[in-house]
């Protein structure tokens, strides 16, 4: 277990209980309040009607992106103003195909997803993840990375938590010509390997964010998850992850602080400098987020507010499924680099109970393995 520096004195960076207590935790079966947000609504429009604005400066940064698609839909600059202010969320399809109970102004309006949104899940898998109460998850799409079998978890633990890794056609290709079939249940070791169809976007990396943050639509009785990047190999009892990060720090969402940097103006001349994204979609965010008065020095209760979200732990309430929501808007309308947006939606939703872990922490919950190659893009047919 690594350790870290506390007052002159070394510490466990991650301080779990003992297994013989570990195998006597139970997952609440009832979820708490946690803060001003009682519900999320999800909606589909199947048309709109324009909006009319008064050419002000935001008007010139008010740019279609090129990801908006049936699965994100098309959302305005206003609506995305809108939507921070804890009334709506970004319009995304209901992934589980079922109808909606919509709530506004005390009418019950039943919607329905667009059928043709993409992200396409088998019958079985659909059922096999509306089972799920507590959820390990990963992705690899595109084949740019092995498959990870978690370590250190307890036999209990894996009796009570799913451990599902989305992958596309291609990723299953790749692995069945090196030699790793699925098993009965459409297994490899304890992951319970999810095929997605019909992809939305070309980008894999935008893909790959789908899982990562609207676990709570993919997995909608599931309380409790943890998301572990496809480069790293999980290696703790996700039981005892759980009531580590987030009962004993009466938390909802558990997220390592960035190691390098605090200031998003400054990771994202890191980013352009290092080649990791499209300079124009960079600066567009940035542009953005300097328009919207978004601090140059923000902090959140004292501790960093940008995090690498390699390694996410959060429990599914109101609260953290909209602040997954809005950063996802967020990442489609820029970049997919996440580390941008994450601490502008938390400035807004201040009031979640976050634990921003020390970078230690995030090494004691993970084994980083590195990719292993760039993830082959989506190549659609004309």
């Not at 938390?251 to 602080?257: F, N, R, T």
């Amino acid at each position: 277990m690594p350790t870290r520096s506390v007052n002159g004195v070394r510490e466990p960076c991650l301080k779990l209980l003992p297994p013989e207590d570990i195998e006597h935790l139970e997952l609440p079966s009832e979820q708490a309040s946690d803060g001003p947000v009682r519900s999320v609504v999800y909606a589909v429009l199947e048309s709109r009607q324009e909006v009319g604005d008064n050419a002000t400066a935001s008007k010139q940064l008010e740019m279609e992106s090129q990801n908006f698609n049936l699965f994100t839909g098309n959302q305005t600059l206003q609506e995305r103003q809108e939507s921070f202010k804890v009334i709506s969320c970004l319009q995304i399809p209901d992934i589980s195909e079922i109808f909606v109970g919509v709530q506004m102004f005390g009418q019950i309006l039943l919607l329905m997803q667009h059928e043709r949104g993409g992200f396409d899940i088998d019958l079985e898998d659909k059922r096999f993840m509306n089972n799920c109460k507590a959820v390990v998850s990963t992705c690899t799409f595109g084949g740019g990375d092995d498959l990870y079998q978690p370590i250190g978890m307890l036999q209990t633990s894996l009796k009570k938590v799913c451990y599902v890794a989305f992958w596309d056609e291609i990723t299953l290709l790749e692995q069945e010509a090196e030699g790793k079939k699925l098993g009965e249940n459409r297994t490899i070791g304890v992951w319970r390997i999810i095929v997605v169809h019909n992809l939305p976007f070309s980008d894999q990396r935008l893909n790959g964010k789908i899982p990562k943050m609207l676990g709570h639509r993919l997995f909608p009785q599931a309380r409790y998850s943890i998301w572990v990047d496809s480069k790293s190999q999980f290696r703790r009892d996700p039981i005892a992850v759980f009531e580590t990060l987030l009962g004993r720090t009466n938390s909802v969402l558990a997220i390592s602080e960035h190691g390098a940097r605090s200031c998003v103006y400054d990771e994202g001349n890191a980013i352009i400098k290092k080649h990791k994204a499209i300079p124009e979609e960079v600066e567009r965010q940035l542009a953005q987020y300097r328009l919207d008065g978004y601090p140059k020095d923000a902090r959140f209760d004292g501790h960093k507010a940008l995090a690498e979200a390699s390694v996410i732990v959060r429990e599914h309430t109101a609260t953290t499924n909209l602040f997954m929501c809005l950063w996802f808007g967020e990442v489609v309308r820029f970049t997919s680099r996440d580390q941008l947006s994450f601490p502008y939606v938390l400035k807004h939703l201040h009031t979640m109970r976050i634990n921003m872990f020390p970078v230690c922490t995030r090494r004691a919950l993970v084994n980083s393995m590195g990719h292993k190659h760039k993830a082959k893009p989506l190549i659609r047919q004309a």
